[in-house]
């Protein structure tokens, strides 16, 4: 789609005050990655296999899905290419990688991301030495998966029924699902794609219960693709996004396994049913600890396609004169749109940021904990739990101001606005529900809230708990750290408030638990504790009308700056050209009812109704 | 699907402390609109050929629309029985009528909604006596539908490009789209199925530009349904929700109609080309005022099913043990999860309340208006724009809300929830989008308090910005009426804020529109103008959670007395009898990646990668 460069833009980018490259330089982490990760974007998306004649939305649910395994396996085989011998890639969304390319060529998701996105990862950090000699091998016939949730068992995931119990005479496992409700339920590429997968079930040796234990289980024949006996596998329909990805149910019927197929690195169970306790329970948790982590840049990336798409569509966009005798004007002029555009560039920033950092506190963790020092685990587990929570709401809410922001077209599918909100707002669920992780960073700050009202020692981080109860806390500064220091002193009171509510239904005879669930909408609620006036919000006030009028020039070059292709961000109203309603009409003519000039059901249906009295 | 109710649900029935069958009664207004409801359900839902064997979500974009159009003929058919003589049904959503039912049929929407809601409609209300007896005529050829917004141009719709030229040598209005940005776009049912529409257009006589107007123009074939000469004419492609209609885009190449084709009952153009302008400005604008009020309705109703939805699984659903030593809760125990949908539940009366009370507000202005008084007219028009705005946000934001409380299972297309926030969200945006409305409300405010600063008369309706003004506002009290005190505080403190910032910029040297632009974010912010302390906030929390125990125990009773049929809820996690499992897999069993126990792609794509060198 060739054609000039909308003029508009080409203004836009004219009066930016700063370096674009130079910024795109810094979101890569430097010159060499900006270039290393063009290399790889011009050498995936010049391959001609993997774009679509018709757009994946026009695609019945079956279709979509075998034309999304098609092009999976190209990406795989790319994949294996540009990473020989190792088939383990979890440095997601981190700059030299492929994984941000992969939104443009499924317009969705990878039904492949958990085979190798977690499967492999889940095997390296769980199986023994001697299982990841055997398991990891460049040639596997495994297309694997995950397999955690079931139909009724997500955020409790100790209340998960499939049993895996140890027959010592035959030395193996039998995997089984006792009910409908401990039938697995969504693993990416389940349905129809993995031969083999890792199951979360509960271990029984002799009677005795030891909890939740990975093992890895062959589902289907790796020469024919058909159902080993005693599994019960399929597609489970679709879903609000991800709907390239065959997520899937499993049922076990006393379905056997090798006793050496449970993951052992941190536990085992020995040929005579002896049972070796892990040296520490969070080592078995991993996985999901990583997801987390790897999660918050991935929302900063869907952040900045979506703030990309919007600020660039309202550059073009004219609405309404602001004075009744001017042209109409941008849509990026008027201020209540800055309002809702702008945070998201911010926003975008904040948790790349936030998730480059806790990328690197995971690193140095991992490292810590191989050394044998666990110490720092519960902060960084916390941490995990209360920003994927945070990351995940924010950025949702943030997408889908941007899609509203763009009026009637972001409801477009060709916008990709709709796809990326679908996609985002999934995030606020899997792999730790908002409410759920919230409530536990409440416990988190509750717990050190106690210590503090208890006068005991508080580490570094807490320190303003104790501040806030012997009012040291500063008067209010309209400055940067004047309001950090104001949201420490909001954590502080409403974490105050919820101990006394939680203290007060304790004295009223509730146990702690009912206590507790009493208190916990208060505990997800904000309010202010701070000492800011009328005064100082009137002067922040003033101060972010002169920032949105600051930010205002180059708020096109900001966008630019993320450097994300029109192959990847896949949007009518985002392009870099602007060619805003060129592109949609263009859109609009690969629309399969626009093949025929007069649809059939004109004859079956619409016809025989209004021509009934006049032929 | 037959079964036994689910022995949570029952014991829920169980203790239910209220007559649900005389709550259904009050929000049907009369249990004799009860019976009648019921009756049409029973008729309209008992029509085979209007359930699919096949989900509509498993199917292509075209197949979508031609199994809609299907349905849509043989639901016509049923409504011409039903008013038999009256093809005009605007009474949407009003208790007797078979809007709701539809929701059920298309799981989505009718393509034939703005044929049968305002293309006949805006014809009884627009056009003349004489053609009224033309073109309201129970055989018509016609499938209409209202074509106002182009590519380029929607909330500003002054701006519309389309024009209307009259050429007195042929007595013909010729229909012109100057350029791409003034193709028509969005209308429902255009793509493929009108024949006709309702075009807005700048009428021009004689080099004279008269502004908007609306024209009848016939744009297909009645017999073939191939597009006249001169019309391109087409389908705008797949859009986050309403999949099941073909919006259209519409361009003219100097189309002719007959002068007599402009709806003519307020406003006339002669022979001669004499204009005769409307006795009043803002009756053409009817139709719009209408679909507005009539939409605040339809928002309650949506609430009222995902409410359904949500508080039947929460009922059903059981997730961790409040105490460590006890069976899994029922999710609807936890008092977070009570604060997510009872506020569902009472949002849902509210704008019922609300929405009949605009509707006969409406009724009344509209009689008034045919004995020539308009007085009543503004008021209504700002309550509609304001209260379109705010239940299209509140009722979105709640549905949303509802989906996520549900967990991953809201995320699947069975539960329905996806569905309807799509079509929710979408009506922020069409019909007045929700930060332009607000504006318009602000301006509205903000003209009333200018005239309180300068101590003018104000209306009784405004008396509350005198008190404020006077410092008249008593104290808070946790009372309901305390309360409504404390919100009229906050808004007379909000809109003088937002007045004095306008004039600080006034003074500051900006003009009128600059200084509104500027002043744009902070007037459609809220925060705290009343008299509330701390104490109050905790007594209201206290009452809060006392309300969310005493509703509990009546959740699902509140939500059965909504009384929608499982066939319109089209919800495997809300049906009546809560077999959410068993319903959630049958539903799995229908889709079409499960009919063959190996999917082609294994062969073509899977196989030859896995088996490589096992061959």
Not at 375 to 387: I, K, M, R, S, T
Not at 524 to 537: G, L, M, V
Request: hydrophobic share 35%; charged share 25%; aromatic share 10%.
């Amino acid at each position: 789609m060739g054609g000039r460069v909308n003029e508009d833009l080409i203004k836009e980018r004219r009066k930016c005050t700063f370096d674009i490259k130079e910024l795109t330089h810094i979101i890569d982490c430097g010159e060499e990655n900006t270039i290393k990760r063009k290399q790889i974007d011009n050498y995936i998306l010049n391959i001609k296999e993997l774009w679509d004649d018709v757009p994946e939305e026009y695609l019945s649910h079956k279709e979509r899905y075998e034309n999304a395994i098609k092009k999976a396996f190209i990406v795989l085989k790319v994949l294996r290419q540009l990473h020989t011998g190792n088939i383990q890639i979890t440095d997601h969304r981190t700059p030299t990688n492929v994984y941000s390319i992969q939104d443009g060529i499924f317009r969705n998701v990878n039904p492949l991301l958990i085979h190798i996105g977690l499967f492999w990862s889940t095997i390296a950090a769980q199986a023994s030495t001697e299982q990841q000699a055997e398991w990891l091998q460049p040639d596997s016939s495994m297309i694997g998966t995950y397999v955690q949730t079931e139909l009724g068992h997500g955020s409790f995931i100790r209340g998960i029924e499939t049993t895996a119990t140890y027959d010592s005479t035959t030395d193996e496992f039998i995997l089984h699902t006792p009910r409908l409700s401990a039938y697995k339920w969504w693993p990416g590429g389940l349905g129809n794609t993995a031969n083999a997968c890792l199951v979360m079930a509960q271990l029984y040796i002799n009677g005795t219960c030891h909890g939740l234990h990975i093992f890895l289980a062959q589902i289907r024949d790796f020469d024919t693709h058909k159902p080993l006996p005693g599994i019960k596998v399929g597609e489970i329909g679709p879903k609000m996004g991800f709907n390239t990805a065959d997520n899937g149910f499993l049922g076990f019927d006393n379905h056997r396994i090798p006793r050496t197929n449970m993951l052992m690195k941190n536990v085992q169970v020995l040929r005579d049913g002896t049972y070796v306790k892990p040296k520490h329970d969070k080592l078995t948790y991993g996985s999901m600890l990583l997801t987390r982590v790897t999660l918050i840049s991935d929302l900063a990336y869907q952040l900045s396609k979506a703030a990309t798409i919007a600020v660039r569509y309202s550059a073009v966009r004219r609405q309404s004169p602001i004075k009744s005798n001017e042209p109409e004007r941008q849509i990026l002029d008027f201020v209540s749109q800055q309002h809702k555009l702008f945070i998201t560039i911010a926003s975008s920033h904040v948790y790349r940021v936030v998730g480059l950092w806790m990328w690197n506190s995971h690193k140095r963790v991992t490292a810590d904990i191989h050394e044998g020092n666990m110490g720092q685990l519960p902060e960084l587990h916390a941490l995990a739990c209360c920003l994927k929570a945070i990351s995940s709401r924010d950025a949702s809410a943030l997408v889908e101001q941007c899609r509203l922001a763009c009026g009637g077209h972001g409801y477009m599918m060709a916008s990709n606005l709709p796809q990326i909100y679908a996609y985002t707002t999934a995030a606020v669920t899997y792999e730790g529900e908002y409410t759920v992780l919230l409530l536990q960073t409440a416990r988190y700050l509750v717990k050190f809230w106690r210590l503090a009202a208890e006068h005991k020692p508080l580490p570094q981080n807490f320190a303003y708990f104790e501040d806030y109860i012997k009012k040291n806390f500063e008067q209010w500064r309209n400055s940067p750290e004047g309001i950090i220091e104001g949201f420490k002193a909001i954590v502080a009171g409403k974490t105050k408030a919820a101990y006394d509510t939680l203290q007060c239904n304790l004295r009223n005879g509730r146990e702690f638990e009912e206590a507790w669930n009493m208190a916990s909408v208060q505990l997800t609620n904000a309010s202010e504790y701070s000492t800011i006036s009328r005064n100082d919000i009137e002067a922040l006030q003033s101060r972010y009308e002169e920032l949105l009028a600051l930010i205002r020039p180059n708020a096109v070059g900001l966008v630019d700056a993320f450097d994300i292709r029109d192959e990847v961000l896949c949007s009518t109203l985002g392009a870099y050209d602007g060619r805003v309603y060129e592109r949609m009409m263009e859109e609009a003519s690969k629309s399969p009812l626009n093949e025929d000039v007069v649809n059939e059901s004109f004859h079956k249906y619409i016809r025989p109704v209004t021509m009934k009295n006049k032929l």
